[in-house]
C-alpha cells in the first residue's frame, strides 16, 4: 500500500512541468509521509475492527446456542408446571371428595352419637328402680352398656334367670323393642374364682356362655325380640372390671353386660 502512494506521488510529481523548489518539494515529502502514516493507521484500525467483528460473530453465535438452550430449559419448565397443574387440580377434586365424604362419615357418627344418648336416657329411666340392684347403663365407644351384676339375674352358681332379673330384663326389652335399629350383644362375664360342684358347668367359660345364653333365650322366647339381632358370648374371667381380688370386686366382676349398637349400614357403605 506505501508503494502505491509512493508511485502516485512520484507520478503526479513526474507529470508536472514545474520544477520544484527545495522548500515545496519538502512539503510534498511531509504530505506522502503524513498520507503514508494515515494509511498506516486506517490499516491498523480496519485489523481492529475486523478482529471486533470476529468477536462479535463469536459471542453471537454463543449467545443463539444460550438463547436455545434457555428456550429448551423454558418449554421444559413450562411443561413440568402445565403437569403440576393438572396434578394439583386432581388434587384439589381428590380433596373435594374426601371433604365430602368425612362429613358425611361425620353426619352419621353424629347421629349415631344422638341415637345412642337418646337410647340410654331411655333405658335409664325404664331401668331407674335397679339401678340400686346392680344395673348401671353408660356410653363406651359409641355403645351403651347396660350391666347387671349376678346378683341381679341368678342365684349363686345358676344360669336360671330368677324373678327379679326378670322384670329388669323385661324394662329392657320394652326398650329395645321401640329401637329395631339396635343390634343386641349380650356377654356373660364371671370372677376369677374356680368353678366347683356345679354339674355339666365344667369352668368359668361355660358359665359364662351358659348366663348370657339364658339371657338371649329370655329376651327371644319370652320377650319376643327378633333372634337375629342378638348375640350371646361368654368372656369368662379375662375382662374384669377390677383388678383387685377381694369379694367386692369379685361380685362386680360377675355381670352380664348387654351392649346396644346402632346400625351403621350407610357408614359401612361410606367406607368400602
Known amino acids: 500500500m506505501n508503494k502505491l502512494v509512493l508511485f502516485l506521488f512520484t507520478a503526479l510529481f513526474l507529470s508536472s512541468c514545474v520544477v520544484l523548489s527545495p522548500k515545496k518539494y519538502k512539503s510534498l515529502l511531509a504530505q506522502r509521509d503524513s498520507l503514508s502514516n494515515g494509511l498506516n493507521e486506517a490499516n491498523a484500525r480496519i485489523e481492529s475492527l475486523e478482529e471486533e467483528v470476529f468477536r462479535l460473530k463469536s459471542d453471537t453465535t454463543l449467545l443463539h446456542s444460550q438463547i436455545a438452550d434457555l428456550t429448551s430449559k423454558i418449554n421444559g419448565l413450562n411443561s413440568n408446571n402445565a403437569n403440576l397443574r393438572a396434578a394439583s387440580d386432581k388434587l384439589s377434586e381428590n380433596l373435594k371428595r374426601r371433604e365430602a365424604r368425612l362429613k358425611e362419615v361425620e353426619d352419621i357418627l353424629r347421629k349415631r352419637d344422638e341415637a345412642t344418648l337418646a337410647l340410654k336416657d331411655k333405658l335409664q329411666k325404664a331401668l331407674l328402680g335397679f339401678q340400686q340392684s346392680g344395673l348401671s347403663v353408660e356410653i363406651r365407644n359409641g355403645k351403651v352398656y347396660v350391666s347387671l351384676t349376678d346378683k341381679l339375674l341368678f342365684s349363686t352358681g345358676s344360669i336360671i334367670?330368677?324373678?327379679?332379673?326378670?322384670?329388669?330384663?323385661?324394662?329392657l326389652a320394652t326398650v329395645l323393642k321401640s329401637q329395631p335399629e339396635i343390634n343386641i350383644s349380650v356377654e356373660g362375664h364371671t370372677d376369677n374364682q374356680r368353678v366347683v360342684n356345679l354339674g355339666q358347668i365344667k369352668d368359668n367359660w361355660d358359665l359364662s356362655v351358659l348366663r348370657a345364653t339364658s339371657v338371649v333365650r329370655y329376651l327371644t322366647d319370652v320377650q319376643q325380640i327378633?333372634?337375629?339381632?342378638?348375640?350371646?358370648?361368654?368372656?369368662?374371667?379375662?375382662?374384669p372390671i377390677e383388678d383387685a381380688n377381694t369379694p367386692e370386686a369379685r361380685s362386680r366382676n360377675r355381670r352380664i353386660e348387654i351392649v346396644l349398637s346402632p346400625k351403621l349400614d350407610e357408614l359401612y357403605d361410606l367406607i368400602k
Request: hydrophobic share 30%; net charge positive.
Open 161 to 171: 334367670i330368677d324373678e327379679k332379673g326378670k322384670q329388669a330384663l323385661a324394662g
Open 226 to 239: 327378633e333372634s337375629a339381632r342378638l348375640t350371646a358370648t361368654g368372656k369368662g374371667q379375662f375382662q
